[in-house]
């Protein structure tokens, strides 16, 4: 069973910072938030995971609630290139890792 | 550092068939997972496999059945195919071990099993 809840769909305008938003109410002390980007049925992309502190890379920025119930991904400048579906996922340890994927947000960057 | 590679990338198959799928890990990573993925779903996990053995299983039936190779290479048996095992079949590759945090996975570019 899916551990995150996300909005099915977001436009975002070309240049402006994508904000997605998660939920992960039920989540545990030790499981990782992770998320990932699928294009056109490839294999899903890394972008970025965290535990309990907001994380940066260069493609994005993760920002996770203290209650950790909840988070946020952040693209700052967002390209037609990201036009993706992303995934928050939750990494649950049941007899072994395992990522524990939602239905995704289907993101759309508008020119 | 060459990523994951999974073969082949399209495979049509009759119900009732057997079919193996391929998949070569990430250099450095040793663990091996499986994932399916219908038509507008996220993937689902199927199993993981971490030096040559299976240590995690999801929701599948035992028709599904895997290999792990000395070189971390892995396969994907699907026995008795059904319908609805048309998906696209994912590898991903890890480094570590079962309870050790922070690593990544890498994923394949899928195969797509089509089953009529």
């Known amino acids: 069973d899916a551990k995150t809840t996300q909005p099915p769909s977001m436009d975002c305008a070309e240049g402006r910072a994508a904000n997605l938003p998660c939920n992960h109410s039920?989540?545990?002390?030790?499981?990782?938030v992770y998320w990932y980007r699928q294009i056109h049925s490839q294999g899903p992309q890394y972008i970025i995971h965290?535990?309990?502190n907001n994380e940066t890379n260069e493609m994005a920025s993760l920002i996770i609630t203290e209650d950790r119930k909840s988070s946020t991904l952040i693209l700052p400048h967002a390209t037609l290139r990201d036009t993706a579906v992303y995934y928050c996922?939750?990494?649950?340890?049941?007899?072994?890792?395992?990522?524990?994927f939602g239905q995704g947000t289907r993101l759309t960057i508008n020119p | 550092e060459t990523g994951v590679t999974q073969s082949p990338t399209h495979l049509i198959k009759t119900r009732g068939q057997q079919v193996t799928l391929r998949c070569s890990s990430q250099?450095?990573?040793?663990?091996v997972s499986w994932y399916q993925q219908a038509l507008g779903q996220g993937p689902q996990f199927i199993f993981q496999y971490y030096r040559e053995e299976e240590n995690g299983r999801g929701n599948f039936p035992p028709r599904f059945s895997g290999l792990q190779f000395p070189n971390y290479s892995s396969e994907l048996n699907v026995n008795a195919l059904e319908l609805d095992d048309s998906a696209l079949y994912l590898c991903?590759?890890?480094?570590?071990?079962?309870?050790?945090?922070?690593?990544?996975?890498?994923f394949g570019s899928g195969t797509r099993l089509t089953v009529v």
């Open positions: 250099s450095g990573h040793n663990t």
């Open positions: 991903a590759s890890s480094s570590g071990q079962a309870g050790r945090p922070n690593y990544g996975y890498t």
């Open positions: 996922i939750v990494r649950v340890f049941q007899g072994a890792q395992k990522l524990v």
């Open positions: 965290g535990l309990k």
């Open positions: 039920t989540i545990s002390g030790n499981e990782y």
